[in-house]
């Protein structure tokens, strides 16, 4: 029974039954080198057929050279279509399709899909009466042959016929999405089926534009048939990848689960070959964090400047009619979000003009990256004297100073000057169950301070005495063992 399963669909049985002849004839359909028509290349248009075929028949293989360049992104996209329908089955980057995302990587090798120098695709592709495999770059370039270049230059699909199709066969499907959320208010969704199918793998990317770090305390969930709570929810994102206390620090590729980095955060793929997900009516595959996880990820992840930007190319099984796949946006709208921090927000650090409107005369963001001393005026200066820097919270203050033991930062301030000496603090994560620190400013003692998780300013005056010699000392000491000491931003304020 194994066996004739397998020859219906057209896979090639397990080795010990290579020696089988087995029946039904294989065909391959060439497309996109100069051997072939203009019409099946990019000299000619921007939209290019690879593959006509007629059923019935299942795709067995398909294989696209990588262009001249030897580089490809997001551009190109992959579709599909199954007897003659007229909204496609499969609409995905052609890269991310190969569990290669924006095309970054050199070599891909999994069960069902690989690259180097060429993309190779295995899944079983079965069709009644007819199959249509295009290419569609939607880029800046013109058809020509600066396109031809920039496109893969040989594509073969491999098929095999065979006389008739169970009515249980499914047809093939895949659908890539792209968005950029506050998972802390919402899930992230995969995929919105409707029909009768199965789920068969996926690969996944997560990261924080222009951050170093990204969370995997999200689960994955599988409503299966309309059901309100996910009856199949796997509990972390690097475990349901196959991994567990974080994804490693090098690549992993295995056959049907792996991992690798992509720019600044992650990318994981999973085959579920021995463990399809079936649905008889619907299937929605979603991200987000468990409804019993700590509710500090969903408060951190939805303040401004938290944004996660997910992408996904799912695989699965269905039968006829599929629910139309959501519209692809233009290539430039697919590319990876910038490095930029915090994207798609924006940090808001007050004009030179503002600052000198309130008398200030030093304003000093402690751990910003790149640049902690924002304005100076002359005689004005601060030096760190203890303490690492840290960015990895979420706007507005996102960035401290802080230290097991203390923190420090040593001020030059003109000898006898006089003024205002503020500094703000805040615990944003709770760290430790809620920091306790005592802060010194120019000698005078505050705290301990606790409950500081929204932020408070801390200031005290500071005379002509305590500024002789043209230096003022500010310290945050931590008081609780278990956690740290922090400063965020400190401003002098002349008075």
């Known amino acids: ?28 359909e060439n497309a996109l080198w100069i051997e072939n028509p203009l019409s099946a290349r990019f000299n000619s248009s921007k939209d290019v057929v690879v593959a006509d075929l007629k059923g019935p028949a299942v795709i067995t293989m398909v294989h696209f050279a990588m262009p001249q360049t030897l580089k490809l992104n997001r551009d190109v996209l992959l579709r599909m279509y199954w007897d003659g329908e007229t909204s496609p089955s499969v609409d995905v ?36 009466r007819s199959a249509k495999i ?25 098929y095999r016929a065979v006389k008739k199709m169970s009515k249980a066969t499914a047809y093939f499907h895949a659908s890539w999405r792209q968005e950029g959320l506050l998972l802390g208010q919402r899930d992230y969704v995969a995929l919105e089926a409707k029909g009768k199918g199965k789920f068969v793998g996926w690969n996944v990317t997560v990261r924080s534009p222009g951050r170093d770090g990204y969370p995997v305390d999200e689960n994955e969930k599988f409503f299966i048939d309309g059901e309100d709570t996910a009856s199949v929810e796997f509990q972390g994102l690097e475990d349901s990848f196959g991994f567990s206390w974080g994804f490693p620090e090098s690549d992993n590729l295995f056959a049907l689960t792996g991992y690798f980095g992509f720019l600044k955060g992650a990318a994981a793929y999973r085959f579920f070959t021995q463990d399809a997900i079936n649905f008889q009516r619907s299937l929605r595959v ?14 951190d992840f939805s303040k401004p400047g938290s944004t996660l930007q997910f992408s996904s190319t799912v695989y699965w099984y269905q039968l006829e009619p599929h629910a139309p796949l959501p519209p692809l946006p233009p290539a430039a709208q697919r590319a990876p979000a910038p490095e930029e921090p915090f994207w798609p927000d924006k940090e808001k650090l007050p004009t030179a003009a503002q600052l000198q409107d309130r008398g200030v005369k030093l304003y000093l963001l402690c751990g910003r990256p790149g640049q902690e001393l924002i304005h100076a005026a002359a005689g004005y200066g601060a030096a760190i004297q203890k303490g690492y820097a840290w960015s990895g919270w979420g706007l507005p203050v996102y960035h401290a100073r802080a230290g097991d033991d203390e923190a420090a930062v040593e001020l030059t301030v003109p000898k ?17 169950g809620g920091r306790q620190e005592k802060l010194s400013l120019a000698g005078q003692e505050f705290g301990p301070l606790t409950g500081f998780q929204e932020g408070k300013w801390i200031e005290g005056r500071v005379g002509a005495g305590q500024t002789a010699e043209g230096k003022v000392l500010v310290r ?7 956690s740290n000491a922090v400063i965020s931003i400190i401003e002098w304020v002349e008075k």
Do not use: H
């Open 1 to 28: 029974m194994a066996v004739s399963v397998q020859l219906a669909l057209g896979q090639a049985p397990g080795l010990e039954d290579l020696a089988q002849l087995t029946p039904g004839r294989t065909k391959a």
């Open 134 to 158: 295009e290419l569609l770059y939607d880029g800046p370039l013109p058809p020509g042959d600066e396109l031809w270049k920039a496109m893969p230059c040989y594509s073969y699909v491999t």
């Open 286 to 299: 979603a991200i987000g964090f468990g409804v019993k996880e700590d509710p500090m990820f969903r408060r």
């Open 476 to 482: 945050a000491i931590n008081a609780r063992k278990s």
């Open 93 to 128: 980057p052609l890269v991310d399709f190969f569990c290669d995302p924006a095309g970054l990587r050199e070599q891909v090798n999994t069960a069902l899909v690989n690259k180097r120098r060429g993309f190779n695709g295995y899944f079983p592709m079965p069709f009644r």
């Open 416 to 432: 006898g000057a006089t003024g205002l000496l503020r500094v703000f603090i805040i615990d944003p994560d709770n760290f430790e």
